[in-house]
């Protein structure tokens, strides 16, 4: 299988990383393949308590490899209909998998955000940003619409109107305006990037990890339930987390004035 994504399992902590920096790490065949594999694979690690997922080299991920979309034009219309209905298919199923793992998914970004690395980043529950990285999702220059959950997350997560500015225009933005439209949690300077975001995932990793995959799903499901159904699912969730380790752990670290020891059970 491809090298285009490397997993590296250090502890509690799996470090996804996208591996084509010579082409700033674009999206091809062989990394939508090798990118539902990992993500698969991170489905069956349960002793893994957080996610990190990066891009090698100076940048995130430029999008989709636009020298393979322009090979596909040597095939008829049809057959390249087909044929990225496959693609997306697949890569859609990555996207899925990483919403509904039940932990913290972490994304750190620096350099180019672009068209399908800025659906990747906005499929993450968490994203810190280098001070140099830009974004746009730029489908709209190649004659085409998002993918990879972009036109579900960013209304969502910055509203309809700058969404549509976002998706039609396809205008470069840099880490602050990304933070202030509330696509990245934080901004840091590139120099602090890899201190910062390894605080960050190793806080994450000390975690209630069975509580964040609960809250995580609440959070997710919570724009589709009306408040009676919402508030039973909360419900539920709390029923559930105050019969696990963690929660007595946590309870009596509170009184007795001590940080709770957490063991993500």
Not at 6 to 26: E, F, M, Y
Not at 169 to 198: I, K, M, Y
Not at 208 to 225: D, F, M, Q
Request: net charge neutral; with cysteine.
């Amino acid at each position: 299988m491809s090298d285009s994504i490397l997993l590296d399992i250090d502890g509690a902590v799996a470090t996804v990383t996208l591996n084509r920096p010579q082409s700033l790490n674009s999206l091809n065949l062989a990394m939508t393949a090798k990118l539902r594999e990992v993500t698969e694979q991170l489905e069956s690690l349960a002793h893994i308590r957080v996610v990190l997922l990066r891009g090698a080299g100076d940048h995130f991920m430029a999008g989709g490899d636009i020298k393979w979309f322009h090979a596909a034009l040597d095939h008829p219309a049809e057959e390249r209909r087909h044929s990225f209905e496959r693609l997306l298919a697949e890569v859609h199923g990555s996207i899925i998998r990483l919403r509904r793992l039940d932990k913290p998914v972490v994304a750190c970004v620096q350099g180019a955000v672009a068209g399908f690395g800025l659906s990747l980043m906005s499929a993450c529950d968490l994203a810190i940003a280098a001070d140099n990285s830009y974004f746009t999702l730029a489908y709209c220059h190649i004659g085409t619409s998002p993918d990879g959950g972009a036109t579900y997350a960013l209304p969502r997560l910055v509203g309809i109107k700058q969404a549509m500015e976002i998706a039609l225009l396809g205008d470069r933005f840099d880490a602050r305006r990304a933070l202030e439209l509330g696509l990245v949690n934080r901004v840091v300077p590139l120099s602090d990037l890899a201190t910062e975001t390894q605080i960050l995932v190793d806080r994450l990793a000390r975690g209630p990890t069975a509580a964040y995959g609960r809250t995580k799903r609440l959070i997710n499901e919570s724009l589709n339930h009306g408040l009676a159904e919402h508030l039973l699912a909360e419900q539920d969730s709390f029923a559930a987390s105050s019969a696990t380790a963690d929660f007595a752990e946590g309870v009596s670290a509170f009184v007795a004035k001590r940080k709770p020891n957490f063991t993500g059970r």
